[in-house]
């Protein structure tokens, strides 16, 4: 594994832009489906009442867990 150094401000900048866009591409799937909460569409999903949502559910979950993994993260620096 290869270590990198940089400023500590840089890092925040780049968590912050990666947020923003892990944000932008959960909206694009809540409107894609009419949808305003991620756990309503999460649970009709589950649940087959949104049909052929479940790439979308997939999706969703793991930009969920990419964004608590990077928050995270923004809070150690």
């Given at each position: 594994m290869?270590?990198?150094s940089f400023d500590k401000s840089?890092?925040?900048d780049l968590i912050t832009y990666k947020l923003r866009n892990i944000q932008?591409?959960?909206s694009t799937i809540l409107d894609k489906w009419s949808e305003s909460?991620?756990?309503s569409f999460l649970e009709r999903s589950?649940?087959?009442k949104i049909e052929e949502s479940e790439n979308d559910a997939i999706?969703?979950?793991?930009l969920l867990h990419?964004?608590?993994k990077l928050?995270?993260?923004l809070k150690k620096l």
């Open positions: 290869t270590t990198v840089d890092a925040k932008r591409e959960i909460s991620i756990d589950q649940l087959g999706d969703l979950k793991q990419e964004q608590r928050q995270q993260m």
